[in-house]
């Protein structure tokens, strides 16, 4: 008997639309294209149009490329295929130029102001609405910020459809960004208000608890800046621990912070990179919890030093403060912080370098609720698990012994569990009696 | 000190070494033709879809082995001699061994197909299985595989990752369905099919077909229907690894006969994991190879112990298993599909066919519990189980079981009103958890 020949139906599943993820790519490409040439005098012939197509052509082009990634991907479900070979997630050329890129915008950004005089007038019609006064580098970072925030932030949702409390999760690192870290602070300057980050506390922002810093909110007008003080000395040292206690750090760092927001959305295709080996973990916490020692000497300096007028150490406290603020707030916090998202992954200062996320850890690690449990003896050691954990933690080694992960540095975002195909890994909040099984 | 020599560094092989340096400070040398360091098999898939590299399969970081004194050779034993107490290995070292472990895993099964030796035709199980994969899935227009397993399956993903069609061969009626019961086995079904791959059950291979130069370029299958394709995966199940043990004394059928304390009939000579066929204990009863991850672990841990003189029973307790199908996350706990006398199913399935709960019990109890997309904790389970808890206290208190993240949609309600249709005359009320005082099991 001859065999039948058969047609196979052509599936549509394999539809790549390469067509349309090239428009977003070239969409975007003009858009940073049109960034880099708003830093000549350029903006001078129309501020809006530059807008327009850099911000504006640049955030097209991305949704674009994510529309052209997903569409055809009709399954939801942990999708990191090919991640591992592609140039920008596996430190190839182009995640080495993004590197390059987003560290050299670091520096000039802390110490070369001048660089944005004219890049930061496309922003001006915007600065003008929410704060009455033009645009500075500031400005246009912090737009360009929360803009991240929100694009990367309607990928991470459509990545991960299938998963409830990354939804959520996401939505909320998104609401926090944009209305505390970018709306509420600068509506504040129109109102003739100090511009207050209601999100971020001590020791992350470190002067919020400095003598300086609280006198000119309690002598500011009216009775806001007294409540801006009064809330500031409350979350660090009322709140923080005692959410810390319910939830685990994870309420703030990978739901709240603006920090972690950034590493949560535009660093999430970079989790991977992050180092697992026992070495960095030493490493880790040696670095942090120096920095977070040094920033409590420096603080402690601060109100010696008020209460005594300044007689002593006066001016070695003011050049501390500074090197503090050089080295560790815009060289560790900013350039390292974000620089390294394509070659460390998104929580190079989280991890090693945040003072907030130090004191949290400790609370995690002693006090609080939360923990990761293992359910029985499902682990099947693939190392998934530890490879997208962005914190740098060997999950796969607690979860092969069946025990609970407790680690000061876990930020709970839920991915380890997500990307476990055998349903080994939980996020709970439980008793303490329970917290080591 | 004793010499321990461990022939293969699988799962069972580590666990084996591990736990004997838990134990005892006896020299401890592992040895496999496949790799120096121990990576995890089942993990394979992710390095050929990009979602992991080799680094990251690895459990224990390269200095684990040094530090724990653990020996490690990369090379291949061709020979081991009962008698003298020595293994033999392919660049001619002799090494004497006072207890000797074989964990030598399995093979992919090769049924005599025709052509089954061409070009382009391979299984997938080890290291060297994924490089020719690699290679062999070159440029490849359309895949077919043969085998309805998991690794089918995982197989299967692999290719379609890279966006390679896939036409796979089932043997049985349904997906899996010698394990799964027919309603899973048929979810399945259609997530295959959902997934764009040309799912043909019922349908066997005949024949492989090669062009000029040795390479597949069609299958034949038992319906007489000529499939063109590059590339042939044959995932039809896999069998002990014994060829080593052909000439020695060591007693074979299957695998390697072993009893219930997994020693071989040379003493001093222990087997554990894929390799193992342990001797029923009743006359008439069946043997058993058990090839799954856990068993490997729990063999070695065995093994270990019976070394070290604490002499252990090996004892599986209650089954477990879990696996994921495409998108589609499974976990059994008990016994499911065995069609125990007095059975009866619950069987709750949501209307997008993504996830589903069985819940299986006899007069006496609860058996077993079927999970697909859905997380339910092994120690619940495994404690209703063994406490022989009835279906009633089962289902009044199954929101304990659940396992999934937070936020997640609760299914536990849905079973138990399908309960309390089936049976009028009981009202089951579901318990929920109060969010701060939840107890654990």
Redesign the interface.
Known sequence: MTPIQITIPTESIHVNNTVIKKAGLALFSTGLLFFLISFTSATDISPVFFFIFSVGLGSLGALIFFYGQYKNNLIPGVKKNRLMFLEATNKGLLGWTAAVFLTSFYICLYWFPEVFINAAKPFDWMSMLLRNIPSDQWFLYGALYTLAVIIMGIRMIIHNRHNRYQIIRTCSVIFFQLGFAFLIPSILLLLNEPGFYFSYFWPLKYDYLFPGTLDYLMKSPGALGTFMAFWAVMMTFIVLPTFTYFFGKRWYCSWVCGCGGLAETLGDPYRHLSDKSLKSWKYERYIIHSVLLVIIILTTLLWVNSYLQGDILGRFTDTYAKVYGFVIGAGFAGVAGVGFYPLMGARVWCRFGCPLAAILGLLQKKISRFRITTNGAQCISCGNCSTYCEMGIDVRSYAQNGKNIIRSSCVGCGICAEVCPRGVLKLENGPLVTKYN | MENIIIIGNG?AGITTARFIRKMSDKNITVISSESKYFY?R??LM??Y?????HK????Y?DWFWEKNKINLINDYVQKIDTEKKQVILSTGINLFYDKLVIATGSKSNKFGWKGQDYAGVQGLYSLQDLDLMEQNTKGVS?AVIVGGGLIGIEMAEML??R?I?V?FLVREKSYWENILPIEESEMINKHIR?????LRLDTQLKEIKADNSGKVKSI?TD?????ECQFVGLTAGVSPNIDLLKDTSIETGRGVLVNDYLETNVPGIYSAGDCVEIKSETAGGKNRIEQL??TG?MHGEVVAKNICGKKTKYERGIL?N???F??I?Y?TYGLVNFKMPGEKNLYWEDKDSKHSIRIVYTDEGVIGFNLMGI?Y???VC?KWIKDKRSVEYVLTHLSEAN???????HFESAIVSIYNTQNPLKKITLKTKR?F??K?A
Not at chain 2, 223 to 227: R, T, V, W
């Open positions: 799962i995890s089942t993990a992710y390095i879809m990009g979602v992991m590299k990251d399969i690895k459990p970081e359309r379609s990752s966006n069609p036409t959902e997934h764009g791959m040309d034949i319906k007489d229907e000529e499939i991850w856990y672990r477990f879990s696996a994921k495409l998108d996350e976990q997380r904790r092994q120690s495994e396992f999934d993240p937070e936020f997640f949609t969010w005082f939840k654990q």
